[in-house]
Structures are given as C-alpha cells and as structure tokens.
C-alpha cells in the first residue's frame, strides 16, 4: 500500500485515534450533500438548455411574420441651355424679307427638385410539408430534455445512497468501537488474572496464552472499529463539502 522497499521499516509518527463525530443529522447532511454538489449543478444546466431547444424545435413548426422597411432620398436636376438669339422661319418660295421673327430665348434656364420615397414589406411564411423533419426534430430534443431530466434524478439518487451509507456506516462504527473498546478491557482484566492465577501455580501457560489471544482480538477489531469511523466521517465531508478540523472526542463508552 505504501509502495516501500521490503527492507524499509515503518513507524507510526500519529496514534490512532477516533476524531470526533458527525456534527449535522442525516437530513441536513442530504440537503447539503445535494445543494453543495457542482456536478448537479452543471446537469441541471444542460437541462435548461435541452428545454430551450425543444422550444426552438417547437417554434419551427409555427407561422412567422417578418416586416422590412426601407427608404431613401432622389434628387434631379434640369439644364435649359440658350438655343437662338434671334430664330426665324422662313417660308419656300418666298423673298429674302419673306421670314417671320420668332420670339427669342436669349437667357439660360435650370431647375432641380428632390423627394423621398420608403416602403414596407409584410411576408407570412407557413410550413406546410418539410418531409417530417421538423417533427423528429422536436420529437428528438423532447427525448434528450427527458434523458437529461433521468441523468439528473440518477446523479441525485447516487448522492443519497453515498451519503446515507456513510452516515450509517458512521453510526455502526461508533457502536463497534464501545463494544470493542469494552472487549478490550475486558481483555486486559482477563490477562491479570491468568497472569496471577499462572504465577501462583493455579492455572497452566495455555490459559494464560489464550487471554492474550483475546486481548489482541479485541484491541484488532477496536483499531479497525476506529479506521471505520473515520474513514465514514471523511466521506461525508466528501459529500457534503463540510470540512472541519478534526478533534479526537472517541464516543464514550458504555459499560
């Protein structure tokens, strides 16, 4: 487990002690597990996300108005240039003083003018046959928006099955460890004895061995007893995101 050479010698710097226990019930310890809990958080938003597609998909399948509007500016301009200072018609046939003088245009003329013109366009567009794609369309976002919804309510299942393992694995550890614990004692009075009842030539070395068999029983199963507990505590803190700093307060025991 420790990845060390054979010849490496371990010792244990920390005892092994039972930090203190779960300071919250199992409610508030599933409230918090399930409001504290970013990757639900993030499924609940592409939820979202799946309805609103659904919604466009819907959408598509409806009527649309659409209104452009336009405008704009025309200007024109008009040039009358001097065409004859003294015109005169002539008639066939006639002398050299036969013709007859026509009023003259002897000035130059011009005129410009402006206006502005807009328009509108109203247009309705109705599917009427898209050869059923907008229907799978919707059909399909509808069935993702439902597996999204399922993906959810499993992430949240699995969040209350952890935490409640946890917590109850927290509770039977604290019970192991007063039986154990008890055990133990119990052990070590055992031992006196058979070491008294030895010394005084009463009872034979077997009796003696066999009581320090059950004392190493028992303290055995208080240490994993208390590897339980805390392992249990530390997997709720990993649910909940409620870290604190833990204190050795073993349960007490009852004899």
Not at 36 to 46: I, K, S, T, V
Not at 51 to 70: E, T
Not at 184 to 208: F, K, M, N, Q, W
Request: hydrophobic letters at 40%; glycine letters at 10%; zero cysteines.
């Amino acid at each position: 487990v420790l990845n060390l050479a054979p010849e490496s010698q371990v010792d244990p710097g920390d005892p092994l002690l039972p930090w203190s226990g779960w300071p919250l019930a199992l409610e508030p310890t599933l409230q918090r597990a399930i409001e504290q809990r970013p990757a639900l958080q993030a499924l609940q938003q592409q939820r979202q996300a799946q309805l609103a597609r659904v919604q466009l998909a819907r959408a598509s399948r409806l009527p649309s108005v659409g209104l452009l509007v336009g405008g704009g500016f025309s200007g024109d301009w008009l040039n009358l240039p001097v065409l004859s200072n003294s015109p005169n018609l002539k008639v066939n046939g006639g002398g050299v003083n036969a013709g007859v003088n026509l009023p003259g245009i002897n000035t130059p003329g011009s005129a410009s003018g402006s206006f502005y013109d807009w328009g509108a366009v109203i247009s309705l567009r109705q599917p009427l046959f898209d050869g059923g794609q907008s229907r799978a369309a919707t059909e399909l976002a509808q069935r993702r928006a439902e597996q999204g919804e399922l993906a959810i309510e499993q992430a949240r299942q699995a969040i209350v099955q952890n935490v409640q393992t946890w917590y109850a694995g927290h509770q039977a550890a604290a019970d192991q460890m007063r039986a154990a614990r008890a055990a133990a004692r119990a052990g070590d009075e055992s031992v006196r004895d058979a070491l008294l009842r030895y010394r005084a030539g009463i009872a034979p070395i077997t009796e003696l061995l066999l009581a320090q068999r059950n004392l190493q029983v028992s303290r055995s199963a208080e240490a994993a007893a208390i590897h339980r507990w805390n392992l249990s505590r530390a997997g709720l803190e990993l649910e909940t995101g409620l870290v604190a700093e833990p204190q050795s307060h073993p349960p007490k025991v009852v004899d």
